[in-house]
């Protein structure tokens, strides 16, 4: 097991580890890409005994708010922490970068367990669950996860049992410390059921107990959850944070510079990119070229298009349209700011010359709602060549809808 392995507590960290990709490398503040900010305030916030029982690490997708949220939780157990990180080394540190400390608690959405009638909770997937952040990181999305414990497709959810699972672990007293802390992760999936057998534990949590919700999007949050959170924001990476973090890790910065501006901030797309020799560049021929034809309403070459991006697999599918969403996005901002405050490339801005003059107020939102329910349409297996044909169709009707 190598010299390494005196310092290993389970097996998962005697893993051979790649270079890009790596084992997550840590838990504290510091092992957070571009987050230095609300690390800050965390911390200011413990050291001023400001800590909020119920809190909601509120970031984008691949933002590292479950980072973030892990980190403020080491912080809080290390019995031996600076003023502004935990120490990385005591065995509380250690325990809790292998996901050993018993009051530490997590949920997040699963799957029926195969062959059981019972309702599925987290603890049964825990071993998927330690297996999968500690092997991949904390950067995940959903997709990812589920696509770990499932078949394609499945949604994951938080069944009410699971809210009976967290009352009773809650309840408990701390083993190791007096604190424990309940990470929810994704929480936005949470269903009214098991939020509402959840509303009491949150708005009065038992003493010592914390809740870090961690969520993408708040619109999907449950109204009767956000009013009982205190939420922290987690921005996007930047662009900066990326490259730097890239060059770091051996990619060369020629590359690693059309990686970050790809990735929109988003860490796991970036290691995501970086692992399929992909810088991105193909993310803005394929857009550009279906733009085209569909403002010129080709219509035997959107069919072809259509045919063609259905062939990429559905994580792909998905992260095109999403930056299709946001190319949309920034066209607008050409519009109604000028180029300043674009985030483009030189190849972006110089094909948003000719093409933003065709998005205007009449058809911006719809372009957008379009983008985003066919990216929902494929995130729930729906057939992607119908939904990329019949995008297609109704993005060249809007594109040429006059705004004069
Ligand atoms: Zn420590």
Request: hydrophobic share 40%; with cysteine.
């Amino acid at each position: 097991m190598g010299g390494k392995s005196d310092l290993c507590l389970c097996w998962w960290t005697c893993l051979p580890v790649d270079p890009i990709f790596g084992l997550h490398s840590g838990m504290r503040f510091s092992d957070c890409i571009g987050q230095q900010d609300v690390s800050r305030r965390l911390a200011a916030a413990y050291r001023e005994g400001r800590v909020a029982h119920a809190q909601l690490f509120l970031g984008p997708e691949g933002s590292g708010n479950l980072a973030v949220a892990l980190a403020y939780a080491q912080f809080l157990f290390c019995p031996n922490k600076s003023e502004s990180d935990s120490c990385g080394a005591c065995p509380t540190c250690r325990k809790m970068e292998t996901l050993q400390y018993a009051d530490l608690f997590f949920s997040y959405p699963v799957v029926t367990v195969k062959g059981r009638k019972e309702p599925p909770i987290s603890e049964d997937y825990a071993s998927d669950w330690r297996e999968t952040l500690l092997g991949q990181g904390p950067y995940l999305d959903i997709d990812h996860w589920l696509g770990e414990i499932s078949e394609e497709g499945k949604q994951g959810d938080f069944t009410v049992r699971e809210a009976l699972s967290i009352i009773r672990k809650m309840n408990m007293k701390g083993y190791e410390s007096p604190l424990k802390i309940m990470i929810i992760w994704m929480a936005e999936r949470m269903k009214t059921e098991t939020a509402n057998k959840l509303l009491k534990l949150l708005e009065e949590p038992p003493e010592n107990s914390l809740f870090f919700l961690v969520a993408n999007q708040s619109d999907q949050m449950l109204a009767t959850v956000m009013s009982r959170v205190q939420v922290i924001r987690v921005n996007r990476i930047s662009d900066e944070a990326i490259l730097d973090q890239l060059v770091e890790r051996g990619v060369n910065p020629e590359r690693a510079a059309a990686v970050a501006h790809y990735s929109a901030g988003n860490w796991w797309r970036a290691l995501g990119m970086v692992g399929e020799g992909d810088d991105g560049t193909d993310l803005f021929e394929r857009f550009s070229s279906w733009m085209r034809c569909c403002y010129k309403g080709m219509v035997p070459e959107i069919f072809q298009w259509s045919n063609a991006t259905a062939e990429l697999t559905r994580e792909q599918q998905k992260q095109f349209l999403q930056y299709s969403l946001e190319q949309i996005r920034q066209n607008i901002v050409l519009n109604y700011a000028g180029p300043d405050l674009t985030r483009m490339n030189e190849g972006e801005r110089e094909f948003s010359r000719r093409f933003s003059p065709f998005i205007h107020d009449l058809n911006a939102v719809e372009l957008m709602n379009e983008l985003g329910k066919a990216h929902l349409d494929i995130s729930r297996n729906v057939n992607s060549r119908i939904v990329l044909a019949d995008l297609s169709l109704k993005v060249s009707k809007l594109l040429a809808s006059s705004n004069r």
